[in-house]
């Protein structure tokens, strides 16, 4: 079965430290979104690709990079971890005429 | 500025009764809108969708109200079930596949 999965799902890092989460998905699909969800908040968009070398800033993008090498990885990146992202991270996927599937998620703690 | 709002946090409602949860968006342009569900520890599951060319849509005991000229859609749950408890996400876009942007979610909770 198609699947979209994200790794690791749990992760304690250093401030300051460069951190990379990993999406991987099986769908095909051409569409990858990173969100992140805090009480309050709710799920809020911080990076977006429509294609392969196609990615876009959303919401809440400072401090995080991603690149999109291939149409199965969306690898998010901080650059210099803070306080402030942590956070638990979920990676989705869609096609132009699907709904988007998401990942389990990752719960990122920064001490 | 939240772009989708979601203004009830929690809610509760007995089993066998109607859940209604309400959904405002403030972008003219959002032409697709989606419900999610989600477990504690769990990604959001897509349970709902309706387009901006509809004003309802039904899956079996969910349905999706959309007034686009109030900007607001809502999703009823009839009957509501124990197995409904949990986090309901509103999500709009510019049309299917395109970026979604959330609501803050209402906790739905059904009592036995």
């Known amino acids: 079965d198609a699947e979209i999965t994200q790794s690791p799902r749990h992760k304690i890092t250093e401030t300051g430290r460069q951190v990379t989460l990993a999406c991987h998905q099986t769908w095909n699909h051409n569409n990858m979104f990173w969100y992140r969800q805090d009480l309050g908040h709710g799920l809020r968009l911080i990076h977006y690709s429509y294609g392969v070398h196609d990615t876009n800033k959303g919401e809440v993008s400072d401090g995080y990079s991603v690149s999109r090498s291939n149409t199965e990885d969306l690898p998010l990146t901080l650059e210099s971890a803070a306080s402030s992202q942590t956070s638990v991270y979920f990676c989705?996927?869609?096609?132009?005429?699907?709904?988007?599937?998401f990942g389990q998620g990752t719960r990122l703690t920064v001490v | 500025d939240q772009q989708v709002k979601q203004n009830s946090p929690s809610l509760s409602v007995q089993e066998g009764r109607i859940s209604i949860l309400n959904c405002d968006y403030t972008n003219s342009m959002f032409d697709y809108f989606l419900w999610y569900k989600k477990y504690p520890a769990e990604g959001p599951t897509f349970l709902i969708s309706?387009?901006?060319?509809?004003d309802k849509n039904e899956d079996g005991r969910f349905t999706v109200f959309l007034n686009k000229s109030a900007k607001h859609l809502s999703l009823h749950i009839v009957p509501s079930q124990p197995g409904d408890s949990a986090v309901y996400f509103c999500a709009a876009s510019g049309g299917p596949g395109n970026q979604f942007y959330f609501g803050t979610g209402t906790s739905l909770t059904v009592i036995p």
């Open positions: 309706i387009s901006s060319i509809k």
């Open positions: 989705a996927s869609s096609n132009m005429n699907t709904e988007a599937f």
